[in-house]
């Protein structure tokens, strides 16, 4: 079984600064993807970014620029450097954790939520 717990998000005003960490324990093997989605109210859940056990990230087009996702593999540990935030930022932020297999298998945090606002 695989946890993955959560921290940082909360308030901020247009053009601050977040950053959301996430910690994975139990059975973790390579490969694997550990990265963030969100979903905002009405809206599907999307990929904010992520980054492969080999060191490769994607980025969603709307954070490219503002957004750092990075990771630590001894640690099982991911980051997102959430900078410029901008109103439609605002979310419910999930981390994820994907093993790549054949289905891939996919674990799921809690959510923090991420408020931009004036």
Do not use: H
């Not at 056990?53 to 969603?60: E, I, K, M, R, V």
Request: glycine content about 12%; hydrophobic content about 30%.
């Amino acid at each position: 079984q695989v946890q993955l717990v959560e921290s940082g998000g909360g308030l901020v005003q247009p053009g601050g600064s977040l950053r959301l960490s996430c910690a994975a324990s139990g059975s973790i093997f390579s490969p694997n993807a550990m990265g963030w989605y969100r979903q905002a109210p009405g809206k599907e859940r999307e990929l904010v970014a992520r980054v492969i056990s080999g060191g490769s990230t994607n980025y969603a087009d709307s954070v490219k620029g503002r957004f750092t996702i990075s990771r630590d593999n001894a640690k099982n540990t991911v980051n997102l450097q959430m900078n410029s935030l901008k109103p439609e930022d605002t979310a419910v932020y999930y981390c994820s954790l994907q093993f790549i297999l054949n289905p891939p298998k996919n674990y799921w945090g809690q959510g923090t939520q991420v408020t931009v606002s004036s």
